[in-house]
């Protein structure tokens, strides 16, 4: 199945969900006609996988600005050394046995959607992989437009509209506990307020709404009783990770993976920490008219 683009080669991987563009990000950089094309594509295909790419850092946050505004790193301690706003996942060690990076444990990770328990989340997100696990840590994304469809008409009725709360503390017992345990960095996150957002967003150019209910943040929806909280939350979780929806990726070397937060969500398979792993990833602002976001 090929994707309709008549500047672009491209390959349909799901439907209307995951596009392969078998383009290099380094010439497309060099085209305001091919980087115009991208940005329409990546309105309806909210996953974009580009294959075998060789980036310098500053090309990697040079293609983040050109969909939105590149964030510097929060987490300083596995920042990169060269660019502020590109942080390193590795199990890879310095020689006085630090990890080059975070989220170095091979455990497996929950469907979850980036920075829901932010006040103003940066949606957008690239992951470079310099070098990834021969076995596990595949990756996968849920299409969360699919997940609102598949909600009954009720339960839609029940949620459109509302308000949901989302605290960073339940995703630090899902997530995190191992790796942030008893730092200083692990304070300050339990020490955000909650965020409120939208549990539905809806598309502002094409109309389509998603599910924005993130089971490793969202605790509660506002204007629900506690009763009606218990009934609903479970059926918008397991309607997100639905396998029907989900797309599972193997990476491989020189893989550059590319998402829009406010209408997905994403996890991996378990791995080795014995093997090497360096990926870089970058997150970015995304323009509410533009975009699905959960903030104006």
């Known amino acids: 199945m090929t994707a309709p683009s008549t500047v672009l080669d491209t390959r349909a991987l799901q439907p209307d969900f995951v596009l392969q563009v078998n383009e290099r990000i380094d010439e497309l950089l060099e085209s305001a006609e091919a980087m115009a094309e991208l940005r329409r594509l990546w309105r309806d295909w909210p996953v974009l996988i580009f294959r075998r790419q060789s980036l310098e850092e500053q090309e990697q946050v040079r293609f983040s600005n050109s969909f939105g505004s590149c964030e510097s790193a929060s987490r300083k301690d596995i920042q990169s050394p060269y660019h502020e706003e590109i942080i390193y996942f590795s199990t890879l060690k310095y020689h006085d046995g630090r990890f080059v990076g975070g989220f170095a444990g091979g455990e ?4 979850h ?14 992951l470079y992989g310099v070098e990834v696990p021969h ?24 949620i459109d509209g509302r308000t949901g709360v989302y605290r960073y503390a339940k995703r ?52 629900l ?6 009934r609903v939350l479970p059926l918008l979780f397991e309607a997100g990770g639905q ?11 020189g893989d550059v993976l590319m998402w829009d937060n406010g209408c997905t969500m994403h996890k991996r398979d378990e791995m080795s920490v014995e093997q090497p792993r360096l990926m870089k990833r970058t997150t970015f602002r995304l323009a509410a008219d533009a975009y699905c976001v959960p903030h104006a």
Do not use: C
Request: aromatic residues 8%.
């Open 225 to 230: 009783s506690a009763e009606e909280n218990a």
């Open 172 to 223: 630090y017992e899902k997530l995190n506990p191992t790796e942030l345990a008893g730092s200083e960095q692990v304070q300050k996150m339990l020490a955000l307020p909650d965020a409120r957002h939208p549990v539905v967003l809806t598309h502002p150019v094409t109309g389509r709404k998603a599910l924005y209910a993130d089971p490793t943040t969202l605790v509660a929806i506002e204007g």
């Open 243 to 253: 396998e029907s929806h989900s797309y599972r990726h193997k990476v491989h070397h």
């Open 135 to 158: 076995n596990g840590g595949d990756m996968y994304w849920a299409n969360q437009y699919a997940a609102w469809s598949r909600l009954s008409a009720d339960v839609q009725q029940l």
């Open 108 to 111: 497996d990770v929950s469907w």
């Open 113 to 126: 959607s980036d920075q829901t328990f932010r006040v103003r989340p940066a949606t957008g997100a690239i």
